[in-house]
T-cell receptor, first 114, second 110 residues
């Protein structure tokens, strides 16, 4: 149980285009989903917290107009990187939480912007 | 931002050796978690510690939470190549947000 999937697992896009990443909780309802970014050889940094049906809360320094987060249902959250640039290339990981404290992590999405 | 410093940053050892990874903070943790992450995958929870002085064992892994709840350690006995990965400590904050440590990259070779 407690499986979280992400799609796509990897994506390459051209600079200036937008990319959407999906995060799904497969066997539970996620009241809260979290989005993290991880640069090579570094740790995970929380980008934003999304609760179903409400606006996402962004961490300091994360541009909300660039990283659009939608949590339209209890099993799906999406992260859209708008007008992507090479410096947005990173490993994006989501996690989901039900009514407990533990977060269940997705397998990550590697984004490369050329 | 309350940083979690991990040491060492990188560790390369041979199979069969023992090792210890440390996680330190200047502030008190309400609880602390340890994760292991393999390349190209999300982190996987190993353990959660909540009580000062607590020791938990998971096969060859021993986790200790400091008495003052400001530090924690992960000890691996007789490391195996399958233990290779990035080890991360994380504290739980408000709204269940996780703040991850700086990470320790472990490489175990034959």
């Amino acid at each position: 149980g407690a499986v979280v999937s992400q799609h796509p697992s990897w994506v390459i896009c051209k600079s200036g285009t937008s990319v959407k990443i999906e995060c799904r909780s497969l066997d539970f309802q996620a009241t809260t989903m979290f989005w993290y970014r991880q640069f090579p050889k570094q740790s995970l940094m929380l980008m934003a917290t999304s609760n179903e049906g409400s606006k996402a809360t962004y961490e300091q320094g994360v541009e909300k107009d660039k990283f659009l987060i939608n949590h339209a249902s209890l099993t799906l959250s999406t992260l859209t990187v708008t007008s992507a640039h090479p410096e947005d290339s990173s490993f994006y990981i989501c996690s989901a939480r039900d009514f407990g404290v533990e977060q269940y992590f997705g397998p990550g999405t590697r984004l490369t912007v050329t | 931002t309350q940083l979690l410093e991990q040491s060492p940053q990188f560790l390369s050892i041979q199979e069969g050796e023992n090792l210890t990874v440390y996680c330190n903070s200047s502030s008190v943790f309400s609880s602390l978690q340890w994760y292991r992450q393999e390349p190209g995958e999300g982190p996987v929870l190993l353990v959660t510690v909540v009580t000062g002085g607590e020791v938990k064992k998971l096969k060859r892994l021993t986790f200790q939470f400091g008495d003052a709840r400001k530090d924690s350690s992960l000890h691996i006995t007789a490391a195996q190549t399958g233990d290779t990965g990035l080890y991360l400590c994380a504290r739980t904050g408000t709204a269940s947000k996780l703040t991850f440590g700086t990470g320790t990259r472990l490489q175990v070779t034959l």
